[in-house]
């Protein structure tokens, strides 16, 4: 039998105030293993949400927040779907409204929580804290449930929660003339203080066979990534054939080189680097068609506080003759659990050279994401035009969305990078 509660709270912001009945049925129920995180400490998400759901739940602090989205002004029911092995009691807050809830030992099935009126188009989230337990931990919550009218459409990660969590990737696109045999890709990328999240990959100069940037990988170690793919499709490098492998032809001096797999396949090459939010850097690309049908690939970057290049790496890719094409800058963020941190950087001063020296400024951009925005499982993304420069935004569950194919465009400079490309050769490696 459903229990009949009664709401009566007024607030700014979400309102409830009626005797409310919990509904015959709720048309979405919102997985917490996909939709929820800790916040504060968002790595102890690993330990409490499971494929199960919000399970393990065993600390008075933690507090743990569900998202969803709602597309217009709409009155929603919510519930929870949850089962209890012990007497328990914890706190749900929605909006400014809080309310305890406990439940009996060996408990399980729905709860209803009450009806809110919600003001606006934007994302929400319900927040769970544990109050008092006679066991081991509080409930398992499998699911959030909402009941709303069919015309109001509700989005949430319904699938895909590896990747969904992690948060939708966004792109800049550097379209130019394809009669240019482009040689070189040169650009810059500063990262505002406070936007370093963990998990990030600010990639400067993407391309058709790889990319390039930095990564922020751990509290204490930070990267300069460089990767090309194999011309061979698959996500085992081990299957790569002899004769379609990545072929490391030399590396910086730190720098350590192998290969990758799970989103395609190929050579991986990186610095650990203490790169610095608020300090500007620049990254520089070469492809160069070798004989046998095959292109050398290779990968500078530029230290400002030193004034010094450095090289990443050069790889040669086979069954590949070609210069540079499909030039690109992505946004993205590959640690499940910081998905619930917005994040963004600014990308400035793109430019290609030719194979005759002329250099080709790139002030243009169209603007891209990856699936998971594509079908609707994150909305939390943007990008677009930042002083001088460009700028991508993900994850958080902001309100800020950028269609997908919106062009920009920044002023141009006009000036071109200096850069002494015969020192660039005299740089010290390792094969």
Partial sequence: MRNIVLICIAFSVLSSCNIDQAPESYNHQISTAGNSWVIGD?????EVITEKGLGNWIYKDQVIRTYFHVDSKAEIQLGIQAESDYNSTIQVRFGKTQKD?????????ETYLGKWKIPEKGYYYIEFQGIDRQGKNFPNIQNLLIFADTNINI??????????????????????????????????IEIPKGQDVIGSYFMANGFKQGYFGIQVNSETERRILFSVWSPYRTDDPNEIPEDQRIQLLKKGATTYAGKFGNEGSGGQSYQVFPWKAGVRYGFLLKAQPYEGHSTDFTA????????????????RRPKTNMYLTRLYSFLENFIPETGVIERYGGFYNQWIRDT???????TNIYFTADNTARKENRLDYSGGNLNEGFYMKNCGFSNERTEIGTEFQRPATNTPPRIDFEALTQIPYKK
């Fill in 101 to 109: 809830i406990s439940f009996k030992q060996n408990h399980s099935g």
């Fill in 155 to 188: 989005r949430y990660i319904k699938d895909d929660f590896y990747f969904a969590r992690r948060g939708p990737s966004v792109h800049l696109n550097f379209p130019f003339d394809e009669n240019i045999k482009a040689e070189y890709f040169y650009s810059e």
């Fill in 42 to 46: 968002p790595f102890e998400s690993k």
């Fill in 356 to 362: 005759e020296g002329e250099w080709h400024e790139l």
């Fill in 300 to 315: 500078w970057f530029f230290d400002s506080e030193k004034n010094n290049w450095d090289l990443i790496a050069s790889f």
